[in-house]
């Protein structure tokens, strides 16, 4: 497998999006900025007391995030398609995604079982209490996740430019990131750092002002309308930024050459 260069990823990341901003933008308009206000708007202030409400809106924040991922990739990787199709394409391959996922929490639920227990007998996890969970316990979930997030997010591309089953998927992202981990995983951390500072300082400062000049963010109120808008906005410019160059990442990896001609409509 070739390396993977991130600085080539990112020139080509800002070629893209200097050519097709805005119909990218568009894409992003429909399927992030729009469902994840509505969804913010509905959101319960107190997620235990409507467990069924909130645990359908995370569904449908989810579900609208692997279609606006695989839409995105699309127009990022080429070649030319419209809006239009690229939303469909998205829809088209969200099972197959959300299956890939699924797999993937399943993989890492039972690997992370026997290694936990192994520890443990180890003496090497125990927490301060029964009830809490120990730093070292922490910390091996939390590699865990990242490393195979840090893989499983080139399945988002593959859907976007080829087709196959969620089992082709999490094949076909393994091959990719083979040789590449190290650098795959600092690109997700720098994108999730990046969009923690710049959600929690909207939240913090923007949030603050809203809830100060409208009242609290209760559900369906004006305020928690604006302030679900100023987090979509954020998520929405991350989205299309982290989708774009991961994009052009599967390209590199792929070997499917320089950037593809432009997107020639935003139409249906």
Excluded: C
């Amino acid at each position: 497998m070739p390396k993977l260069s991130l600085s080539r990823a990112w020139d080509e990341t800002r070629q893209v999006l200097s050519r097709d901003g805005r119909l990218i933008a568009a894409v992003a308009l429909a399927i992030v900025v729009l469902p994840q206000t509505v969804i913010g708007l509905f959101t319960p202030q107190s997620p235990a007391k409507n467990f069924g409400l909130a645990f359908g809106l995370l569904l449908a924040s989810l579900l609208f995030g692997f279609i606006a991922q695989v839409a995105i990739n699309r127009l990022g990787i080429g070649p030319s398609t419209t809006v239009g199709a690229a939303i469909m394409r998205g829809v088209s391959r969200m099972p197959a995604l959300l299956g890939a996922f699924l797999l993937m929490m399943i993989a890492l639920f039972i690997i992370l079982i026997p290694i936990v227990l192994v520890l443990s007998l180890l003496g090497m996890v125990s927490g301060t209490s029964s009830t809490e969970a120990s730093p070292a316990v922490v910390l091996i979930i939390l590699l865990a996740v990242a490393l195979s997030y840090a893989v499983f997010q080139l399945a988002v591309p593959a859907a976007a430019a080829e087709d196959g089953g969620p089992l082709h998927l999490l094949k076909r992202s393994w091959r990719l990131a083979k040789g590449n981990y190290l650098r795959l995983l600092g690109f997700v951390a720098m994108m999730f750092i990046g969009l923690m500072i710049v959600l929690l300082a909207g939240q913090l400062v923007i949030g603050s002002i809203i809830a100060a000049a409208l009242g609290p963010p209760d559900q369906l109120s004006l305020s928690a309308l604006l302030i679900s808008l100023v987090a979509a906005a954020i998520q929405a410019l991350f989205t299309v930024v982290f989708a774009v160059m991961l994009a052009r990442i599967y390209t590199q990896l792929a070997g499917r050459g320089e950037v593809q001609a432009s997107v020639p409509s935003s139409g249906i």
